[in-house]
């Protein structure tokens, strides 16, 4: 079984920036997609940001300009590097991969942003 352990949450004031890390447990082959979605109380999961295998992103137009994703294949960890947050910004964050053989999702990563 595979697990995916997201690191790199906490609270920010307004302004501020983290990074947030996804690792596997365990060597993966042929991811297709990597990606990191959102979900704030109340509101469904939406999807912040993606990167394919070829390294392509996607990005949701309310974090475009602020926010980066990019991976590390030899370590099969994707990184969410988040600048300029806003309290909008406020949710559990969740990386999920895709791979040929089905998907995976971490247990989220709690993200506060202070005004």
């Known amino acids: 079984q595979v697990q995916l352990v997201e690191s790199g949450g906490g609270l920010v004031q307004a302004g501020g920036s983290l990074r947030l890390s996804c690792a596997a447990s365990?060597?993966?082959?042929?991811?297709?997609?990597m990606g990191w979605y959102r979900q704030a109380p109340g509101k469904q999961r939406e999807l912040v940001a993606t990167?394919?295998?070829?390294?392509?992103?996607n990005y949701a137009d309310s974090v475009k300009g602020r926010f980066t994703i990019s991976r590390d294949n030899a370590r099969n960890t994707v990184y969410l590097q988040m600048n300029s947050l806003k309290p909008e910004d406020t949710a559990v964050y969740y990386c999920?991969?895709?791979?040929?053989?089905?998907?995976?999702w971490g247990q989220g990563t709690q993200v506060t942003v202070s005004s």
């Open positions: 999920h991969y895709q791979l040929i053989m089905g998907d995976y």
């Open positions: 365990r060597r993966l082959f042929n991811i297709n997609a």
């Open positions: 990167i394919t295998d070829g390294g392509s992103t």
